[in-house]
């Protein structure tokens, strides 16, 4: 069994939906995706994505990023409702959501936002960043901070999950240290909304050996604190030269242990 990564699809550019399609129907029978947020706001496409690859996996992992919780053109009334369907659909496909286990490997969902922890947005990113439009949140969950906290607190449970080995992985970045440091000063204006310190915080706490993110599009393996952090996103068609279009394998156990543990 091997378990594999991929996030920031965004098939409602034809190319990315062709690659998801154009993997093999037999090759992954026997193992897990990750799939780290950010397929699409089209609540059918997402379940085009989900049904295509729960054929073609044996397991289908998931979070959402904040594409996925756009409500733009749905008939939804917010983002939250947005959320709550998506979970729904989850349900409905058998797309895992929660804590599971194969013998000695423990896989581990964790939910996020962005606070400004990473740094304060300024003006032309809160004008340009769509999520400020596109995304439309209860009152109570109408500022960064709130929002965030509302989704790690979904987690505390999940923190004490133990095993051999621990694969954890959300959409956004547990921490800015994750990034590159070739990254350009002028591209870093995007810092403040790619993740969040509490975030980091709760993988630490879990301690895993592998975290998986997503949403940054910048293709990174790290190790911090003697964890694995792994971004493979498909990203958009023209960011080639950040991101690669392939699966990556992040885990892979030997066939005759993984027999023995179930």
Known sequence: MRVYAVSDLHVDYPENLEWIQSLGETSHQGDVLILAGDVSHQLDALRQVFESLRSKFMDVFFVPGNHDLWIDEDELDCSLEKFHTIEALCKELGILRDVHHYGELSIV????????????????????????????????????AALNDFFLNKNE??????????????????????????????????????????????????NPDIHVYGHSHVNQSIELDNIRFVNNALAYPSENHIARRQLVCVWEVAELEYAAAR
Request: contains cysteine; hydrophobic residues 40%; charged residues 20%.
């Open 157 to 206: 449970s999940l923190l004490s999950t133990s095993n051999t080995i621990v694969i954890s992985f959300s959409h956004f970045l547990p921490g800015i240290d994750v990034m590159p440091t070739r990254i350009p000063v002028q591209c870093r204006r995007i810092y403040p909304i790619l993740g969040s310190d509490a975030l980091g915080e709760q993988v630490r706490k879990l």
């Open 109 to 144: 969902p964790l939910l996020g936002w962005y606070d400004f922890s990473f740094g304060e947005p300024d003006r032309h990113l809160r004008r340009a960043w769509r999520d400020f439009r596109s995304c439309q949140w209860p009152v109570h969950l109408d500022n960064a």
